[in-house]
């Protein structure tokens, strides 16, 4: 409200009751004029009018949440290449590392231990996320190193990742795309599902592929869970989560038939959740030819028994020059672009600024 306004409001206010108290008549209102000053007229003003908030224009940037089952599926060494390639492709990039536990993004970059990270902001040090803020050195690509030395940080509460990544949202850029470290904890599932999208890596071994397959299933219940805040289907999620719950629910299947059962329409609601949530599968460090198919084989799987339509979106061979570009301290897609591996991971940044376009993504090569 501007100045005028509120001393048409005060007047009105003031104004009224002495009159009141000292006469018993009512004043005339005076909501369409205001007295300058007592040497001055009365002006005649427009009446005061309630503004309309302005909504908040829609983001252009996009989200993207790279996550993995267990440690050591090369998730930090999928952003840092990703956020090369995009840089490359004149996309304006931002890779955050989200991993609050154990932050190394940087290394994967080529960088020393940085003096401004996520802790600062989280610890309110700094006043802007964009305090925090580095350049990498690559054109277009600026890096938010992870919270490594802050010791809360890897238990936030939910509303404040919300508003971390909220924040994280705000940057002017095309793309943010998100380490969010390994494991199966509330702060990597949160920051997966509240990215605009999820890219899952996983390698071929049997203990990889069975983590992203439970990643996958807790991140759905964890977004049914989500979706609901009271009422006795919120329950019947929570039962769910336990494996070994005594209402034999087993899949999502059995958990959504469960919900409907109590509350039909809760159930139909949490149907269409659930068909939204869409996460992307890659595959990395490929060493077989018979393994090339794993991306579609565990699609498949994730529709068949959890009722998930999941993307491959491609695979990534072994290829040592990832491990020469380690050894130096170098980022792999800087030294080794034309590699087997960094002409995949240029494919799937390909994929992205497509699917972003709205197109369906294409596969990338070597699958």
């Not at 009105?12 to 205001?34: F, H, I, K, N």
């Not at 992870?146 to 949202?169: C, E, M, P, V, W």
């Not at 409907?260 to 060493?287: C, H, S, W, Y």
Request: glycine share 8%.
């Amino acid at each position: 409200m501007d100045s005028d306004s509120k001393l048409r409001v005060f007047s009105t206010a003031t104004s009224g009751s002495t009159w009141s108290r000292s006469t018993g008549v009512e004043p005339a209102p005076l909501t369409d004029s205001y007295v300058n000053s007592p040497t001055q007229p009365i002006q005649a003003v427009s009446p005061v009018r309630k503004t309309k908030r302005l909504a908040k224009p829609p983001r252009l940037n996009r989200i993207v949440a790279v996550g993995g089952g267990k440690g050591g599926v090369g998730k930090s060494l999928v952003t840092s290449s990703l956020g090369i390639s995009l840089a490359k492709r004149g996309k304006r990039v931002v890779v955050v590392d989200a991993d609050l536990g154990g932050a190394n993004l940087h290394t994967c970059l080529g960088l020393t231990s940085p003096t401004r990270t996520l802790s600062d902001f989280i610890a309110r040090r700094v006043s802007s996320i964009e305090d925090v803020l580095l350049e990498t050195g690559v054109p277009n690509l600026r890096l938010i190193s992870g919270a490594h030395d802050h010791l809360t940080a890897s238990n936030l509460k939910y509303f404040q990742k919300k508003r971390l990544l909220s924040k994280i949202s705000e940057i002017d850029a095309d793309y943010i795309l998100l380490d969010i470290g390994a494991g199966i904890t509330l702060n990597i599932i949160d920051f997966f599902l509240l990215a605009d999208e999820g890219l899952l890596v996983v390698v071929p071994e049997p203990s990889s592929i069975e983590n992203a397959y439970r990643f996958v299933k807790t991140s759905l219940y964890r977004l049914l869970w989500r979706a609901l805040k009271t009422g006795p289907a919120r329950g019947v999620v929570e039962h769910a989560m336990d494996q070994k719950n005594a209402e034999g629910i087993r899949t999502p299947f059995d958990l959504l038939e469960a919900i409907e059962r109590v509350d039909a329409p809760t159930g139909q609601m949490l149907k269409e959740k659930a068909r939204g949530f869409r996460p992307r599968l890659l595959i990395n460090q490929l060493r077989f030819p018979e393994d090339e198919g794993l991306g579609r084989s565990m699609a498949t799987v994730c529709r068949r028994h959890l009722g998930i339509d999941i993307d491959a979106i491609g695979s990534v061979s072994f290829d040592e020059s990832v491990w020469k570009a380690n050894r130096k301290r170098r980022p792999f897609m800087l030294d080794y672009p034309e590699s087997t591996a960094g002409a995949a991971l240029g494919d799937v940044a390909d994929s992205l600024i497509f699917s972003h376009r709205g197109s369906y993504p294409r596969p990338a090569s070597g699958v």
